[in-house]
């Protein structure tokens, strides 16, 4: 596990971690940072997302018909990233995460590290996120 303080980590982190996460900090565990890349009305929306160590987001789902999901394309720190069902990925810089319509995951920072990745609405037709149950501390100290 890489780990990373904060100092070292607001040197890397190049698109700036932005402000509080406050309209979705319902969906995290821990403190998540949004810093918006493009206007909410873009074609594409893209932001920063920066997470404290052991902050970690729900299980959830981007729902789509036709197109969706989402991508996510590491930047600093150390992560994870799971699909239900499926082995942990380790996130670290560079790493791109393509995520289909419709899959349930989570992801975050690990416990001794800040994190901040890219996300990327993909673009599709009706759709949603379901934001589901928490990524509760007995599993994630597990990992």
Same mark, same amino acid.
Request: net charge negative.
């Given at each position: ?55 970690? #987001?729900?299980? *959830?789902? &981007? ?9 996510? %394309?590491? =930047?600093?720190?150390? @992560? ?21 319509? #419709?899959?349930? *995951?989570? &992801? ?9 990745? %890219?996300? =990327?609405?993909?673009? @599709? ?19």
């Amino acid at each position: 596990m890489t780990k990373m303080n904060k100092e070292e980590f607001d040197k890397i982190n190049v698109f700036g971690k932005g402000k509080p996460n406050v309209n979705f900090a319902k969906y995290f565990i821990g403190e998540s940072f949004l810093n918006p890349l493009t206007d909410q009305d873009s074609p594409l929306f893209m932001a920063n997302v920066t997470f404290e160590p052991r902050c970690r #987001n729900n299980w *959830h789902i &981007h729902r789509s018909t036709n197109g969706g999901g989402q991508i996510l %394309i590491c =930047i600093a720190g150390s @992560g994870w990233y799971q699909e239900e069902g499926k082995d942990l990925v380790s996130l670290e810089p560079s790493k791109v995460i393509v995520i289909p319509a #419709n899959i349930k *995951h989570w &992801h975050g920072a690990k416990k001794d590290s800040w994190f901040s990745h %890219i996300s =990327i609405e993909v673009p @599709g037709e009706n759709t949603s996120n379901d934001w589901l149950e928490e990524v509760n501390d007995e599993y994630y100290d597990n990992l």
